[in-house]
C-alpha cells in the first residue's frame, strides 16, 4: 500500500486518513479562522515568506494570535514537505480560532488550531492552460470591503462558492464576481486581468478582491517585460470588449479566459501577450530566488 502523506496538526503529524479536527472547532462551527494556499515548484516553496505575512495579516485582523513565531512557521511549513518527500506540491495552512462551545464567541476558544497540509491540486482542466476557461459574471456580488471582504484570507468562502456554484449549473469554467459599484472584481479563488491595445489592466484591491500574491508577481513581471500594466476600475463592457482576459492564482497560476457570458474574448484562444506571461511565469516559479528552499 501506498504511504499516507502526513498532516501536521498542532505539534503532531497524523496521515492523512487520520488527520481530524473536533467538531467543537469555530473554524468548522463559524468558519472562523484564515488560510493560505502555496504551491511548491522543484523544491522551492514560491514566496512562501510573501504568503506566511499574509496569513499573520489575515489573523491581525481577526484578533487571532497564531501561538508560533513567522519563522517557526516557516520552518513547520518545510519540516511537513520533507516528511512528506514532497517537491511539487501544495500546501494548505489553516488556523483556526480552536475548539470553544456552542456559540460564536470567540473569547471562548482556548487556543487556535494549526494544520499544515501538504498535498496537489488541480482547479481546472488539463487543457485549461492550452485552449482558455469559459467564465460568466455571477449574480453574487463580492462582500464589500465593510463587510467579510476577500482582503481578508478567511474559512468564510460561501460568497465564492455561491458564485462557483451559478458557473457549475450553467456549465461554464469559472464565475466572475462585480463589486458592490458593478466594477469588476475578482474571480472565485483568482485575480483577473483584462489585456486592451497591449496594455494591461487589473480591478484594484479595494474592490475587495484578495491582493494575490500571484497577481503582484505577475504585475512586476510584466513591466519588467516591458508592458504597461495599471489598477483601475473595469466594466463589464471593458471586460466583454477586451483583447485577452486572464487569470491568476496560487493553485490557477496564469489561466486564459477564452468566453465570458457567451461573448468571445479576442478570437477565442489564448492571446500572445497571456502566452508570453505564461511562458516567463514558469520560468519565474522556479527561480531559487523568488521562494524558499525545502532543503533551507
Ligand atoms: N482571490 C481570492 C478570493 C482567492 O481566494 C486569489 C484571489 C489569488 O491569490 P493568490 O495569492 O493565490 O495569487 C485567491 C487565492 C482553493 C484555493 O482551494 C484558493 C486560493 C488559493 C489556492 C487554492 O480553491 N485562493
Known amino acids: 500500500m501506498e504511504k499516507e502523506l502526513l498532516v501536521y496538526i498542532d505539534g503532531k503529524y497524523y496521515p492523512k486518513s487520520q488527520a481530524k479536527v473536533s467538531v467543537y472547532d469555530h473554524g468548522l462551527l ?10 511548491v515548484y522543484d523544491g522551492i516553496v514560491f514566496r512562501l515568506k510573501e504568503h506566511i505575512d499574509r496569513l499573520y495579516c489575515s489573523a491581525h485582523a481577526i484578533m487571532l494570535e497564531i501561538p508560533m513565531t513567522k519563522e517557526e512557521m516557516i520552518k513547520t511549513v518545510l519540516e511537513t514537505l520533507r516528511k512528506n518527500n ?28 494549526i494544520i499544515i497540509i501538504t498535498d496537489t491540486i488541480s482547479l481546472h482542466k488539463s487543457e485549461a492552460k492550452e485552449k482558455g476557461v469559459t467564465a460568466m459574471l455571477s449574480w453574487v456580488k463580492r462582500d464589500p470591503v465593510d463587510a467579510t471582504s476577500h482582503e481578508i484570507k478567511s474559512l468564510n468562502y460561501l460568497n465564492s462558492i455561491l ?5 457549475n449549473i450553467s456549465n461554464v469554467d469559472e464565475a466572475i464576481c462585480l463589486d458592490k459599484n458593478g ?5 472565485v479563488a483568482e485575480n483577473i486581468f483584462i489585456i486592451k491595445r497591449g496594455k494591461i489592466f487589473t480591478p484594484p ?13 505577475v504585475m512586476n513581471l510584466a513591466r ?19 483583447n485577452e482576459v486572464f487569470f491568476t492564482g496560487t493553485a490557477t497560476e496564469i489561466v ?35 521562494g524558499i528552499s525545502i532543503y533551507k
Open 224 to 242: 519588467k517585460m516591458g508592458y504597461e500594466v495599471k489598477e483601475k476600475n473595469i466594466t463589464p463592457y471593458e471586460l466583454f470588449t477586451a
Open 30 to 39: 463559524y468558519g472562523d479562522g484564515v488560510f493560505e494556499g502555496i504551491r
Open 86 to 113: 514532497l517537491k511539487d506540491a501544495y500546501i494548505r495552512l489553516v488556523i483556526t480560532r480552536g475548539v470553544g462551545d456552542l456559540g460564536l464567541n470567540p473569547k471562548k476558544c482556548a487556543k487556535p488550531t
Open 205 to 217: 484591491s479595494y474592490t475587495g478582491a484578495l491582493p494575490g500574491i500571484t497577481a503582484e508577481a
Open 183 to 187: 466594477f469588476i472584481c475578482e474571480g
Open 256 to 290: 486564459p479566459v477564452r468566453e465570458i457570458n457567451k461573448r468571445t474574448i479576442g478570437n477565442g484562444a489564448p492571446g500572445v501577450i497571456t502566452k508570453r506571461l505564461m511562458a516567463e511565469f514558469s520560468k519565474m516559479v522556479r527561480d531559487p530566488e523568488e
Open 163 to 167: 458564485a462557483k456554484i451559478e458557473a
